[in-house]
T-cell receptor
Framework: NAGVTQTPKFRILKIGQSMTLQCTQDMNHNYMYWYRQDPGMGLKLIYYSVGAGITDKGEVPNGYNVSRSTTEDFPLRLELAAPSQTSVYFC????????????????FGEGSWLTVV | AQSVTQPDIHITVSEGASLELRCNYSYGATPYLFWYVQSPGQGLQLLLKYFSGDTLVQGIKGFEAEFKRSQSSFNLRKPSVHWSDAAEYFCAVGGLTGGGNKLTFGTGTQLKVEL
């Protein structure tokens, strides 16, 4: 029962470098999300996807890109890393659009700690 | 816009004592409310959720929460805290905006348990 799996768990990037955070889920969920968590703050939604081939911006999308070529995978790309992107990143997924019809629950991965220096 | 306020940044309780973590929300329609717990270095685990019906909801690990519409609150409670409950707790309100199940999180309450 893997659920939502994120890699890598820890990464240090230099300013201007690019990288991709991988996220995969094995629950056949249609909806997937990327959040970032900064110290003393709640989680902020970066991007989300309602199904393969469909993505949309969340609250804090600048500096990031996503793609959703399959139901299982939802990678998050940082093109030109900046210190402001030092954060903990969480991928999440849910079966459908949420309550009340289905009582959908969002399941989170264990997080990816990213430091940009 | 939806928002969540957790007024207590840190709370310290003794093991065996009761616990109440406060959560106030702002949402323009019927709110869908959640409590998540995050242990150090871990992801978020769902404790409980409220969608409709009984305003007192039971969750895992002996936690419960009560939805009070008149006070726009969804406080988390536990009658007797265990040392393993030390973690960060997040309240969240969910809503459908242009598709997607988007959660808005509070800033979290760090719980410390004294032995």
């Amino acid at each position: 029962n893997a659920g939502v799996t994120q890699t890598p768990k820890f990464r240090i990037l230099k300013i201007g470098q690019s990288m991709t955070l991988q996220c995969t889920q094995d629950m056949n969920h249609n909806y997937m999300y990327w959040y970032r968590q900064d110290p003393g703050m709640g989680l902020k939604l970066i991007y989300y996807s309602v199904g393969a081939g469909i993505t949309d911006k969340g609250e804090v999308p600048n500096g990031y890109n996503v793609s959703r070529s399959t139901t299982e995978d939802f990678p998050l790309r940082l093109e030109l890393a900046a210190p402001s992107q030092t954060s903990v990143y969480f991928c999440a997924s849910s079966l459908g659009p949420g309550p009340p019809l289905s009582g959908n629950t969002i399941y989170f991965g264990e997080g990816s700690w990213l430091t940009v220096v | 816009a939806q928002s969540v306020t957790q007024p207590d940044i840190h709370i310290t309780v003794s093991e065996g004592a009761s616990l109440e973590l406060r959560c106030n929300y702002s949402y323009g329609a019927t709110p869908y409310l959640f409590w998540y717990v995050q242990s150090p270095g871990q992801g978020l685990q769902l404790l409980l959720k409220y969608f409709s019906g009984d305003t007192l909801v039971q969750g895992i690990k002996g936690f419960e929460a009560e939805f009070k519409r008149s006070q726009s609150s969804f406080n988390l409670r536990k009658p007797s805290v265990h040392w393993s409950d030390a973690a960060e707790y997040f309240c969240a309100v969910g809503g459908l905006t242009g598709g997607g199940n988007k959660l808005t999180f509070g800033t979290g309450t760090q719980l410390k348990v004294e032995l």
